[in-house]
């Protein structure tokens, strides 16, 4: 069973940064895209930054966190991280990650696992909240 955790997340003044850590259980990262996701209360779930292992490298991210947010993995420690920097108030919002299993699976590009679609399993979240 997979598994998935997040955390790293608190109060955090705007300018200020945070990293939050996700570590995946029961999940071989061979042939994977994975992601971070968050959601305010009453806003729309939006994927913040994705990576797979067919990307080379490349990572998504939506203009609304380009240039603050990197992410990054650690394999033998089956741990994606999330740099958040210049945190700003709006950047409130729960923190999740989710994770895809791509084996035997065609490539839909970052984009399209960013946007909440193919087979990913859910994780908790830890909550970020940046105070102006």
């Known amino acids: 069973e997979v598994q998935l955790q997040a955390s790293g997340g608190g109060l955090v003044q705007a300018g200020g940064s945070l990293r939050l850590s996700c570590e995946v259980t029961g999940f071989t990262f061979d042939d994977y895209a994975i992601g971070w996701f968050r959601q305010a209360p009453g806003k729309e779930r939006e994927g913040v930054s994705c990576?797979?292992?067919?990307?080379?490298?490349?990572?998504y991210y939506p203009d609304s966190v380009k240039g603050r947010f990197t992410i990054s993995s650690d394999n033998a420690k089956n741990t994606v991280y999330l740099q958040m920097n210049n945190l700003k108030p709006e950047d409130t919002a729960n923190y999740y990650c989710?994770?895809?299993?791509?084996?035997?699976?065609?490539?839909?590009?970052?984009?399209?696992?960013?946007?909440?679609?193919?087979?990913?399993?859910w994780g908790k979240g830890t909550q970020v909240t940046v105070s102006s």
């Open positions: 989710a994770v895809a299993d791509l084996y035997g699976r065609p490539d839909r590009g970052l984009f399209y696992y960013c946007s909440g679609y193919g087979p990913l399993q």
């Open positions: 990576i797979s292992s067919k990307s080379g490298g490349i990572a």
